[in-house]
């Protein structure tokens, strides 16, 4: 992440405990981890996390993994298990280096007012960039809470219609 961005994208920012994002800095290589994710490795602030990363070098004797240690400068709480389970942030530089992407990216977030609107944009987008690119929006990676979203919606229309056509006919 970019953290003087991550606050005007994701509400990740007010979620941090023990520290802030202040601490990714470029070549600082520190990382900050989700809450259960730092609980099950028995990691605290200020440990040593070493991240194995895909796509390593061709040797003769096969495929040697990346690997770098970080420094643990925090947590976070997002209140959600997915992702306090499962999701490490560190700074973009870090990352670039780590991947050797140089100075591309391989994935951008974006952040709607409306966000039933994530369908439509995210359409457009793949009308207007096109080629070998992966859109997602969060109602399919978090379809089941669409889909509980959605039925909670209908259910409340049809109780409400109910009650008006049972006071109506009172």
Do not use: C
Not at 63 to 76: A, D, H
Request: no cysteine.
């Amino acid at each position: 992440i970019s953290p003087a961005d991550e606050a005007t994208v994701t509400a990740l920012a007010a979620q941090l405990r023990d520290s802030t994002l202040a601490g990714l800095t470029p070549s600082s290589w520190n990382i900050v981890l989700g809450a259960e994710l730092a609980r099950a490795l028995g990691v605290r602030i200020g440990d040593k996390v070493t991240l194995v990363a895909a796509g390593g070098q061709m040797t003769p004797a096969g495929v040697i993994p990346r690997l770098k240690q970080f420094t643990l400068s925090g947590t976070f709480e997002a209140g959600h298990y997915e992702y306090d389970s499962g999701l490490a942030l560190m700074h973009i530089a870090d990352a670039q280096r780590l991947y050797q992407l140089g100075d591309e990216v391989s994935g951008v977030r974006l952040k709607l007012t409306d966000l039933f609107e994530s369908r439509r944009v995210a359409r457009e987008l793949y009308r207007e960039i096109g080629g070998d690119i992966l859109i997602s929006d969060w109602t399919r990676s978090h379809a089941n809470f669409f889909r509980a979203v959605e039925i909670e919606k209908t259910m409340m229309f049809i109780i409400l219609t109910l009650i008006v056509a049972v006071a109506a006919f009172n």
